[in-house]
C-alpha cells in the first residue's frame, strides 16, 4: 500500500518568515494530493490540494508543489503569521477500486513566534 | 451549515465498558470514516463506508464495530474499551461527485479509558 512520510515533525520559524513542509510518498499511481491543517481541539480542514496533473498550485500565501518523477510534494507558506500556528497533514491517494483511501503523513507541528 | 457533527466531544470509560461515538453529516455525502488521531502517529483509518449500506475496515480495526444507520449518519461502536483505545476520533464524509475530492471532517471526540 501507500506509505506517506513527512518532515519535519516540528517546524518553529519567526513571524514573517517562509514555511516548507516535505511529503514523500511511494506508490506511483497516487494522483491527488491534499493538505490539511489542524487547529488545537478541531478536526483537520483541507487548505490546498493538487492533482498529479499540474505540478504548483497557489492560494494567497499558501503554494504545494509536487514533484512526480521523484514521488515528492511540499507546502509552503510564505509571510507566516501567528495564526498560522497548528498541525499540518500531507496525504496521498492512489485508485483503490473506486474507493477513496488517502494515505496521510503523521503531521508537521509549525509554530510561528510574533 | 453544521457539516460533520460528532457527539460526545469528551468522555471517560472505564475498562470493559461499552460506548457509541456519533456522526452525522447535512452535505448529502456518500462516503464517510472513521479515524483515530494518536500522538505522532497521523490519522489512522478504523472503519469506513463508501456508500449507504456498506462498510470496509480500514487500517486499525480491530475492537471496533460501525453502523451506517442511512446517508447521514455513521456511527462507530467500543464493545468492550480498553485502555489502548484512548485516542482522539474523527469523523470524515466525502462530496459524491468525482473520485479526488476532500475529506471534511468533524471536530473530534476525545475518549479516554481508565
Known amino acids: 500500500g501507500e506509505n506517506v512520510e513527512q518532515h519535519p515533525s516540528t517546524l518553529s520559524v519567526q513571524e514573517g518568515d517562509s514555511a516548507v513542509i516535505k511529503c514523500t510518498y511511494s506508490?506511483?499511481?497516487?494522483?491527488?494530493f491534499p493538505w490539511y491543517k489542524q487547529e488545537l481541539g478541531k478536526g483537520p480542514q483541507l487548505i490546498i490540494d493538487i492533482r498529479s496533473n499540474v505540478g504548483e498550485k497557489k492560494d494567497q500565501r499558501i503554494a504545494v508543489t509536487l514533484n512526480k518523477t521523484a514521488k515528492h510534494f511540499s507546502l509552503h507558506i510564505t509571510e507566516t503569521q501567528p495564526e498560522d500556528s497548528a498541525v499540518y497533514f500531507c496525504a496521498a491517494r492512489a485508485p483503490s477500486g473506486g474507493s477513496y483511501i488517502p494515505t496521510f503523513g503523521r503531521g508537521t507541528s509549525l509554530i510561528v513566534h510574533p | 451549515n453544521a457539516g460533520v457533527t460528532q457527539t460526545p466531544k469528551f468522555q471517560v470509560l472505564k475498562t470493559g465498558q461499552s460506548m457509541t461515538l456519533q456522526c452525522a453529516q447535512d452535505m448529502n455525502h456518500n462516503s464517510m470514516y472513521w479515524y483515530r488521531q494518536d500522538p505522532g502517529m497521523g490519522l489512522r483509518l478504523i472503519y469506513y463506508s463508501a456508500s449507504e449500506g456498506t462498510t470496509d475496515k480500514g487500517e486499525v480495526p480491530n475492537g471496533y464495530n460501525v453502523s451506517r444507520l442511512n446517508k447521514r449518519e455513521f456511527s462507530l461502536r467500543l464493545e468492550s474499551a480498553a485502555p489502548s483505545q484512548t485516542s482522539v476520533y474523527f469523523c470524515a464524509s466525502r462530496a459524491p461527485t468525482g473520485l479526488n475530492q476532500p475529506q471534511h471532517f468533524g471536530d473530534g471526540t476525545r475518549l479516554s479509558i481508565l
Open positions: 506508490d506511483s499511481a497516487s494522483n491527488y
